[in-house]
């Protein structure tokens, strides 16, 4: 089976959430979460975007986002997976592979 090419977007900013206390810096979710998926999907065709929500952003759609996310709409680190909202505030792996895995895709592992 051949596997889409995916497009994973992580919003977030340097500070960590008020509300997501004790959980990973939104960067440390980006770099934990790319790691993640190389090794469970070592060939895979996912592209990873980390997009800080509290510097200039001149994608439209990513500044709505973050417009969003600045109206408490969303917590951050705000995890999109081809513009589907699949995880935020405290990230799990779980939802993530899941999401991954209904476009195709399937651990080197199993």
């Not at 596997?3 to 500070?15: L, M, P, R, V």
């Not at 509290?54 to 917590?75: V, Y």
């Not at 699949?86 to 476009?103: D, F, N, R, S």
Request: glycine share 4%.
């Amino acid at each position: 089976m051949t596997t889409q090419a995916i497009n994973i977007e992580i919003f977030g900013a340097d500070i960590v959430c008020a509300s997501c206390v004790n959980a990973p810096s939104s960067k440390d979710t980006y770099e934990w979460l790319q790691a993640a998926i190389d090794r469970k999907f070592p060939n895979h065709q996912v592209t990873f975007t980390y997009i800080d929500i509290e510097k200039p952003i001149e994608n439209e759609k990513h500044q709505t986002i973050a417009n969003r996310i600045a109206d408490d709409e969303f917590f951050y680190p705000l995890v999109m997976l081809n513009e589907e909202v699949i995880g935020e505030g405290y990230i799990q792996l779980k939802p993530v592979y899941a999401a991954l895995e209904k476009y195709g895709y399937v651990s080197e592992k199993e």
